[in-house]
Each structure stands twice: as C-alpha cells, then as structure tokens.
C-alpha cells in the first residue's frame, strides 16, 4: 500500500491552493468541465487564490464527461507549449482522470492513449492537484483513471504512481450545488467500489468491516441527503465515504489484486456505447452480475447481505442493493436508461471487443450473454 | 491527512529491502533492539539483504523497551560519523520511534530531546526504513514517536510527517517469536489507538464504523491468537489491525485532533517509573479513565458498548473491555503489576509534572486522584 496524497478536507480548505501550488512553480494549466463551476462560484475562488499567489495561468474548460482522449490530447499540447509547472484540476472524477493522464502525457512526446494501449510506461509527471466538486469516484486519493478512446471503441483504466494527485482540496460545500440525480449516481458509484473491493478471492476480514462500514455510511446519509442537497454534513459524510472508498485502505493485507472490477468494466461498455453517467452503468450492472455470481459465490453473497441489509439470502442481498438502488434514482435495467432490446447485439459485440471480465472472476462470453438478459 | 509510506506486506517481503535501500544511498544505520533478531533470524535476513545490495552497515543494537532518549543520542552520534544515506530499523515500536528521533537528530547539532522540549523544529531527515517484528504500535506507518527522559521524568509524543517511514516492511511471520504476553500486549495497545480515536468531540461516524471494524477485529482473532503464536494468518490479521488502528485513515474527515490521547498520557507514567509495558500501562488506565468519562459522556460509551460488545450501558461497556482485557492476561489494576498502594503519591505528582491530559477530555489534578483510586 502506498498512497502519499495530501488530503485537505472542511469548509474553505480551498484557501490552502495557492500555498500548494506555489511549491512546484508559477506556471498553471488549469483544466475543468462544463460551465457548473463558473455558476456556482467555485472557478472564481479558484482564479482568486491562483492570482494571489501569482502564478500564470493556461486554461483547459470542456472536459466531457466520460472524459475522452482527444480532449486529454489537446490540454496536454497546450501544457506542452507552455511548458507548465503545475496543473490544477477542478471538478469531479472525468476532469480528475484526465488531468492524470495529461499530467503523465505533457513530458512525454506521443498520445496519452499511447499509455493505455501499452505501447509506453510513464516515466515522470507533472504535479497535479485536484479539486474536488463531486463525490464519488475516489480519484482524488487514488492513482487510476479511466478514458475511452471511441475510435477504438474502448474505455480502460490505468494504474500508476505517477497519477497520485499531490494535493487534493475537498471542501463539501463545493458539492451543493451537484443535482438530486448525479448525487445519486455518486452514491451508487462509491458502493460499486466497495463492491467491487469485496468481491475478490476471500475472506480479508478487516477489508469486509471496511466495505460494510462504508456501504453502510451511503445507506443512512445518502437517502436524506437526496432530500436536502445542500446540508454540509451529510454532504460531508457522503464525501469521506467516495474518498475511502477507492484510495486502497482496504489493501493493506498485501494482496495483489484489490478487487474485482468485472462489474466496472461492464458499466464502462455501456458508457462508452450509450454515454451513461459512470454510476448509473454500476447500478445497472451489478445486480446483473450478482445474480450471474449467485449460484458460484452464494456464500460471499449472503455474507455481504447479512451485514449490510441485515437478510439471509444471495437472492434477498441482491434483491436489497436492487431497491436500494431504485429508491435513490438509479436505473437497475438498461430499458430504464433508455436503452432497448434491440442494443443487445452491439453490447455483446464490445464486451468481447473490450474483453470485459475481472481479476478474480473471469467471464465468459456466454456469462457476457446472461448479464445482458440479467439487465434487460 | 497525508500518509506517504510504502507498506509492504506479506511472507517474504524481506526479499524487498535491498531495493529499497539502494533509493538512498550506500550507507546504513541499523538499528535494534534486544536479542530476539539475533535468535529467529530476522536479524541474518536483514543482514544478507544489506550485503547483497552492497551497503556499508553500521549497526546499534541494544534500544531499550520504552525507549529512553540517552540511546537515541548514542545511535545519531554513529549515524552522523558516518554521514549514513539511511536508517534501517528492525524491531518494534521502541526501536521504530528511536530510528524516528535519530532520523531528524541526524542533520541537527544537538540532542533529540530538543524537538521535544519545544527548542528546535525538525527541517530534515535521514530517511527511515522499518522492519516490523511486533505487531502493537502503528509506527510503521505514522509519523510519531514516544521516547522518554528519565532526567526530566517525562515520556512524550512528537509527530512530524519528516519521520514517516519511506518504506516498512510488514511479514507477519516475523512476529512468530513474540510471546504469547507480549502479543496480548499489542492486542491491548492496537484497541486502545483504536478508543482514543474514538473518544473526540462526537460523532464521525466513518470513523466510528472503523474504529468498531478494529475492536472487532482484535476481538474476535486475538484471542485464538493467543492460542496459536505461530499462525500466519491470525498473526496476519492482527498486524494488519495493529497498523490500520493508527495510520490516520480515521481522520479523513478534517479533524483537527485525531482521537484524545489523554489514556495514552496516564499510561505514559506508568511506563515512566515502573518500565511497565506500553500495552500493559494501557490496559490498566483505559478501563479507569473510561469509569471517570462514564457520567460525563455516558451515551458515547454505551453507543461503543453496543457496537462492540453487544451491551447497553456504560457500566456494562467498561466491564466487557475489562473482561476482555482480563481473558487475554492483560493487567487491570495497578496492584496486578506489582504496583502496591503506596506508589499513589508518587504517580499523581508525575503525572501533574507531566500535566497528563487529552485533546478532548482535560483532566483535573482531582480527576487524576479518582483515576489513581480507580485502577488501585
């Protein structure tokens, strides 16, 4: 386990970047999305603290969510050209994983997906700090992230060192303004990776009690933080959560592998095709591939239900997590998402393309065929 | 929270060390403790490892169980001699938090007792490598270190993100040999950081839900433990416990102080004028200080209580961790450490001396009395 992030968490933590930032130079390429961060005041906060510690600034707006490789592309070339010191990401998990994957592609001379396709390891980066606007993915304490390239219609993820943000600034009150909708999607994103770290070759006892008390924290906060969107603390709770989630304290044990992912590379199929928000590709998929997984791992199943919804079944666990999923908004079938019977074939056809399956559970492409009946 | 070490965990991971110690340079400080290194082989492992990465070794031996400042200042006088690249240390918790103190020692002029008497900040470092052969502490995976001073009469904490270990190397057979005592020692040492993060200024309940993963943890696998020293996979889990109990994963949440300390403070004195064991100082005074907190923050001691121990009061929830403290040869009581009724003058002046408190609950030179009289 490594994880050398340095977290700053509370109300008006932002008030720290430009001290951060001036440990690694003057010059900024500042990367973000669409224009929510210009509506609620967060751009600006940002552009004051940069100003007064007087740094120059390049700016890279626009990042798509599903973030994609073109855009990396071009934020890279313009970090490049002005050969910056430090990059600044604000937002949520696609602008994140792609200022990680600029920060690693600037020093280098080719594509980032060159990193992706494997045909290059990143050697150096440039310091990147993130600030957070969405809880969810993690990404700002871990060292993934995840693009697709729609030219080769894949959508995969990269692990490196390299990408750990040096700094990143959570600040709950920056989440406010995140709609009913996507804050559940967030929240069904964080128990996806809980899930996912669950659902490896075993009992690692202390890892379980990790995953069934953060799964827990979005079972009793996220409900009521749908209905009140802004109130700090259980934006506070709903953060920390996302954040533990995915930045590896439930590897410590050594093992090789922290989780699963099978259930990860599916949602990313459907993204990538259909263009669903991440979280709700998750809670489409899961109860898909638990209900596949049933009659292999009942066990680990039951046990997960046991402790998190408190029933005895594999079925009654999956049954749970599907009505949870459902009473927060999230889609659990792909005709919800609006995606039709006709789409079977194609989804089928990139699941091979992206030869979907999971360190622990390997599937089949008749697996892929059940999942796809399981969601449908 | 920030938290830069390399955990390496696992049989073997031994087979590591040379690598990591190459990052650094060619000149090794190693420093150990006692002669149990020598006797399971720990020692020659470490040893080979150095040789065959072809590092110049000097080595101090001897640091003493609650660890005591002269030898800290032995130890640097030999590391700044030989202007050694970096500290390799072998042993348990005393011997990490002296190779801590001899890190920032190092590069500074004068005794390391000056970082804790508040007369000199630390600017540097040697870096650290740790080997762990007690699970108990944390320290190889914190930035703090308790040494004490006998000529002052003090045993303090200090904590600086210069002294976290770089690298530690965590194999849980490489505690085979500790005794069945010593190991119940750590199990009471690993739930006390637990009790101390828990007893802040409310409810965080993220951390709450790790803090009882933890206790239960110790609970449920420390006691076959205690039963079966040489199996690796109870030894594994309760190292892995020992060391998330204090890693700062419970902080995430942007608190200002993690946990009260003001146990770990009474304990402190203990150790101080009787060498009793850090484990064993704390199992005693817990138990006390939580009788005294039961009227003034009786709901927090009952909401641990019936996560932990199944029971609804906070005279039930004291008497389980007694209980449990009890089953597994821990002391409770002064007098169960051969610490007679007549000592009581001489701990209460010490610990006034030492204005023994926590972050959250101050204490009294009354409350410290009551404490006295509690654990007699």
Redesign the interface.
Known sequence: ??????????RD?IKGLGKAVSEFGNKVLLVYGGGSIMKNGIYDQVINQLNAAGMTVWKYGGIRPNPVIEDVDTATALGRLNQVDVIVAVGGGSVIDSAKVISITIPYHGTGWDFYAGRHKPVSAVPLIAVLTLAATGTEMNPFAVVQNRATMQKLGLRNDLMYPRHSF?DPSYTFSVSREYTAYGIADLMAHCLEAYFDDGDA??SD??V???L??AI??GPPLLDHLSDYDLR??IM??A??ALNR?MT???RKNAGDWGVHAIGHVLSLLYDLPHGASLSIAFPAWLKLQAERIPDRIAFLGKHVFGVTTPAETITSLESFFTAIGCPVRLSQAGIGEDKKEEILRVMILNQVGGNYHKLSVGDYSRIIALCS
């Open positions: 386990m490594y994880n050398p992030v340095r977290l700053h968490f509370g933590v959570l006892s202390l009690r990790f069934f008390s953060i827990q924290e009793d906060y506070a709770r920390v959560a954040t533990a304290i410590m044990n050594g």
